[in-house]
């Protein structure tokens, strides 16, 4: 989290996010021929070469669940290339067409072949732990390095770890359970012989008693929430700097923050909730999907 001024105006708290492209995710550059002018002659690539292959896609609507092949246009961004450079979906629709229309033998012997399940493995957890059911049919990318295999990468991770999309406090979503929004999800969940539910089940053994404990976990939030309160009794924070600048900071449907709604509470318990209620959905969303994953079925 940083503070912004610009031209020596303040302008609040906001988040530093690094952009998630070609760069970002080390895909191979595509070069294009060029003409004597040196203009790119992008409509002249040869995608059928693996130097050629890398693509990048993102969500761009609630429809982007893997289920519809006729719509993926529509539901999808092309990202890399550029699409005012080149139309090029064959990769996207391929992969679509296949997770779709593919009957259970060939997909469970294909699908390996076409998707690092190792990712969608780690894509699948993160959803679960933090609670994102957004992040199911909208809210990813697909990308694919050359003629490698495509894999999944998660963004968009506001109103998580117990908040709704609304913006207001969701205790009951720690039991939230969703295998059949995102069709590769279900997919993989449903025929055992993938492999996948193997995998979750021992990706999970691990993380959770690492990375998504509830100590490690918790430790993060508390560390933001110390950046924005580095004393609580200190007249001058982040958090009050921002609310000064927007005062009527807050999601959709929140009564605006202020000097009452702090009180000088140590967990800062305003409208988003604070960390001791953080604390809470994390503890029973662990203890639940303990339950859940180590219930599925392997073949």
């Not at 890399?80 to 064959?90: E, I, T």
């Not at 809210?139 to 894999?151: G, I, P, Q, S, V």
Request: overall charge positive; cysteine-free.
């Amino acid at each position: 989290m940083v503070e912004v001024i610009l031209n020596e105006s303040y302008y609040g708290v906001y988040v530093l996010e690094e952009k998630i492209d070609r760069k970002l995710l080390g895909l191979k550059k595509i070069t294009p021929p060029t003409n004597a002018k040196g203009d790119k002659l992008w409509h002249q690539v040869d995608f059928s070469l693996p130097e050629n292959g890398s693509v990048l896609y993102k969500t761009f609507s609630n429809k982007a669940s893997l289920s519809h092949i006729a719509s993926v246009e529509n539901d999808f961004e092309q990202k890399y290339p550029k699409q005012k450079k080149v139309v090029h979906w064959k990769p996207l629709k391929d992969l679509v067409t296949f997770i779709v229309s593919a009957n259970d033998k060939d997909f469970t012997n294909g699908i390996n072949s076409r998707i690092d399940i190792d990712s969608v493995v780690d894509y699948w957890i993160l959803t679960l732990m933090s609670g994102n059911t957004d992040t199911l049919k909208k809210n990813y990318y697909l990308a694919r390095n050359e003629f490698d295999k495509f894999f999944i990468v998660p963004w968009g991770y506001d109103s998580t770890f117990g908040i709704a999309w609304h913006g207001k406090k969701d205790i009951t979503s720690y039991r939230a359970w969703d295998t059949k929004t995102n069709n590769l999800i279900r997919r993989l969940s449903a025929l055992p012989a993938t492999g996948f539910n193997s995998k979750v089940k021992a990706r999970w053994k691990t993380l959770s008693n690492s990375t998504l404990s509830r100590g490690n976990l918790i430790a993060g939030f508390n560390n933001y929430s110390n950046q924005l309160f580095p004393v609580d009794t200190n007249e001058e924070n982040p958090f009050k700097r921002n609310l000064a600048r927007w005062p009527h900071s807050g999601a959709q449907g929140h009564k605006p923050f202020t000097e009452t709604n702090l009180k000088h509470d140590h967990n800062h318990q305003l409208e988003l909730g604070g960390v001791t209620y953080i604390d809470n959905w994390i503890k029973k969303r662990l203890l639940f999907l303990d339950v859940k994953i180590n219930a599925q079925p392997e073949k």
